[in-house]
């Protein structure tokens, strides 16, 4: 996983070089967020800088990392064909170049009524929005950029876990680290490993699942067929 780079402006030299790859040894994951920063300050640009930025880092992705078909659901998607390639054949094709995954999170949704009242001046809640959703939208381009949006992470903020509108508490940001954590170790573990770990994805149905399931959808309809027979036979006179 990338080291931590604190640069809420997603502009400064490292993060720039960084996405400018390939490396040598590409990321396991690169996780990026941005805008909060641009709607406090408005002196940066503010929503039009955010854009031109967003717009200048996807597109640099899609030159470096690579650029997909479709919007990527998983972080082992194919660039090309929607299949599963091994890390080794995504590599040897320069499929991901920078890093195997890259996630861009969604703008954090503020609780605007635990907002200071100079950060409720800039940080709108409709600013917020129009954000995420030109950030969806750019995942429905022809060529979207080669990133995962988890949109889950808004839906998990609780009013009640942060105390500035904005910062959120360690049970918030545990579990969604906890998310991206397992979502990624579902990649690498997904062939492979013992049936039942936390990170390997369980069969959609397992025999002995199939074979109660067969019992309950063949038990049904024989008792009640043997049930009516059961039934005329003890009723015939002896």
Same mark, same amino acid.
């Given at each position: 996983?990338?080291?931590?780079?604190?640069?809420?402006?997603?502009?400064?030299?490292?993060?720039?070089?960084?996405?400018?790859?390939?490396?040598?040894?590409?990321?396991?994951?690169?996780?990026?967020?941005?805008? /909060?920063?641009?709607?406090?300050?408005?002196?940066?640009?503010?929503?039009?800088?955010?854009?031109?930025?967003?717009?200048?880092?996807?597109?640099?992705?899609?030159?470096?990392?690579?650029?997909? @078909?479709?919007? /990527?659901?998983?972080?082992?998607?194919?660039?090309?064909?929607?299949?599963?390639?091994?890390?080794?054949?995504?590599? +040897?094709?320069?499929?991901?170049?920078?890093?195997?995954?890259? *996630?861009?999170?969604?703008?954090?949704?503020?609780?605007?009524?635990?907002?200071?009242?100079?950060? =409720?001046?800039?940080?709108?809640?409709?600013?917020?929005?129009?954000?995420?959703?030109?950030?969806?939208?750019?995942?429905?381009? =022809?060529?979207?950029?080669?990133?995962?949006?988890?949109?889950?992470?808004?839906?998990? /903020?609780?009013?009640?876990?942060?105390?500035?509108?904005?910062?959120?508490?360690?049970?918030?940001?545990?579990?969604?680290?906890?998310? /991206?954590?397992?979502?990624?170790?579902?990649? *690498?573990?997904?062939?492979?490993?013992?049936?039942?770990?936390?990170?390997?994805?369980?069969?959609?149905?397992?025999?002995? @699942?199939? +074979?109660?399931?067969?019992?309950?959808?063949?038990?049904?309809?024989?008792?009640?067929?043997?049930?009516?027979?059961?039934?005329?036979?003890?009723?015939?006179?002896?």
């Amino acid at each position: 996983m990338a080291a931590e780079n604190r640069d809420p402006y997603l502009n400064n030299t490292r993060t720039v070089l960084t996405l400018s790859g390939p490396p040598e040894a590409p990321a396991s994951l690169i996780v990026l967020g941005s805008g /909060l920063w641009y709607l406090r300050n408005p002196a940066s640009g503010g929503l039009a800088a955010w854009g031109s930025m967003i717009h200048d880092t996807f597109d640099n992705l899609k030159e470096r990392q690579g650029s997909p @078909q479709s919007a /990527l659901i998983n972080p082992w998607d194919s660039m090309t064909s929607g299949t599963a390639p091994s890390s080794l054949e995504r590599r +040897a094709e320069s499929r991901f170049a920078i890093a195997d995954a890259v *996630v861009f999170l969604p703008v954090t949704d503020p609780v605007t009524e635990k907002l200071s009242a100079s950060r =409720a001046e800039t940080i709108l809640h409709t600013d917020v929005e129009a954000m995420n959703a030109d950030l969806y939208a750019r995942l429905t381009h =022809a060529q979207p950029p080669p990133v995962i949006i988890p949109s889950v992470f808004n839906d998990i /903020l609780l009013d009640e876990e942060t105390d500035d509108g904005i910062h959120f508490s360690n049970k918030i940001t545990d579990k969604q680290a906890e998310l /991206l954590l397992g979502w990624r170790c579902n990649d *690498v573990m997904r062939r492979a490993g013992v049936q039942g770990l936390c990170c390997k994805r369980y069969d959609w149905i397992r025999p002995l @699942q199939a +074979a109660f399931l067969l019992l309950l959808t063949v038990w049904a309809p024989l008792g009640v067929l043997f049930g009516s027979v059961l039934r005329k036979l003890l009723r015939r006179p002896c």
